[in-house]
Structure formats: C-alpha cells, structure tokens
C-alpha cells in the first residue's frame, strides 16, 4: 500500500510559479514511475509529466513542456513539480501517481497507475 499526498497548491496570477510536491508513505517510491496528472472542471484527467524510477527519463505533456520541472528524491520518498509562466489553463487539480508495475517507462495512460493522491487544487487567475 502506498500512500501519496499532494500539497504546494493554490491561487496564482498568470505568469506567476508555484511548486507542487507529493510526499509517499507506506513503501518506497524509489523503484517506481511516479506521474502528474491534471483534471479541469468538466474535462478528462490529463498527464502533465513523468518519471521513471532513477529520473533519467522524464516526458512532459506538450503543454507543460518548457514550463514545468518533474523532479524527485527517492531518499525523502518525495516527487516534485515545479510550474513556472503559470496559464489560467493550467488551472485544475493535480494529482500525484505511482505506477508499481513499471520503474523503467513512464506512462501516460492514468489507468496504468495503481496509487493516486487526494489532489491539490491549482488556480490560475488572469
């Protein structure tokens, strides 16, 4: 069992940054993918980023890409993501995710993923 919780959101004016980070308890995430997802109001969850195991390997959605920072520390049992130039499009929750049964790949299908966050809210005024 492993369990993830979100926090770093809140409300921000375009342009503006903010840092997201998922702390995971109950087993270690170091042997494991690990993913951001989003999901505005009336839309489908979307992948923002992820990335594998030892983050050699590390893709971003198109939309983020330039924008956003996946990072994590395996021995805090911590992933991170940074959001710069902020867009009142990025507004949404953000969820954090492991994916116990691949280390070495990074999906983007969010029913690969076995563990997921309560989210954090993420607020992107113009």
């Known amino acids: 069992q492993v369990e993830l919780v979100e926090s770093g959101g809140g409300l921000v004016q375009a342009g503006g940054s903010l840092r997201l980070s998922c702390a995971a308890s109950g087993r270690t995430i170091s042997r494991y993918a690990m993913g951001w997802f989003r999901q505005a109001p009336g839309k489908e969850r979307e992948f923002v980023s992820g990335?594998?195991?030892?983050?050699?390997?590390?893709d971003y959605a198109v939309s983020v890409k330039g924008r956003f920072t996946i990072s994590r520390d395996n021995a805090k049992n911590m992933v991170y993501l940074q959001m710069n130039s902020l867009k009142p499009e990025d507004t949404g929750v953000y969820y954090c995710?492991?994916?116990?049964?691949?280390?070495?790949?990074?999906?983007?299908?969010?029913?690969?993923?076995?563990?997921w966050g309560q989210g954090t809210q993420v607020t992107v005024s113009s």
């Open positions: 995710a492991a994916d116990l049964t691949g280390g070495s790949y990074v999906s983007r299908v969010h029913d690969v993923y076995d563990y």
């Open positions: 990335t594998v195991w030892s983050g050699e390997i590390i």
